[in-house]
């Protein structure tokens, strides 16, 4: 399995990208590549999409919009989900929409890079589109050990 990431957006560059996927390659046991849609957003459009989708009124620095429910953990096969195969033929996990603004921010804020934050905020969004959550301790728990596994992948540590 594949992971692809379709993002157009300079402020991902193609060498950061073509890493990351190369991190996901086989984290998930697939019979079909896999991809993900990935946005950059000013602070106002990422407010409208927090207030529209989860009626939280306020800038936020990642959302994620998984396009299928139930997946954590379980082998993904292709003939399963036949709505969500896009026109390359990958299983399209979700979208993620990022504030790079808020990511900058945050970079500052906890004093290291804004590329380790991005990549953090990315894979993070991955992680929700694949059904991981962090509502719950047990589940912050699970959530945290996957991201910081493909983070490992690509030498960023805490």
Sequence with gaps: MSFFIYCEDEEFAPENKAALEGALNGFVEADVDLSVELIFVDGEEIRRLNRETRNIDKVTD???????????????????????????GRLLIGSIAICADRAREQAEEYGHSYERELHYLIVHGVMHCLGYDHIQDEDRAKMREKEEYVLGKLGIVR
């Design 62 to 88: 990642v959302l994620s919009y998984p396009t299928m429910d139930g997946i954590q953990g379980v082998a993904l096969k292709g003939a399963e989900h036949p709505f969500e195969i896009d026109e390359e």
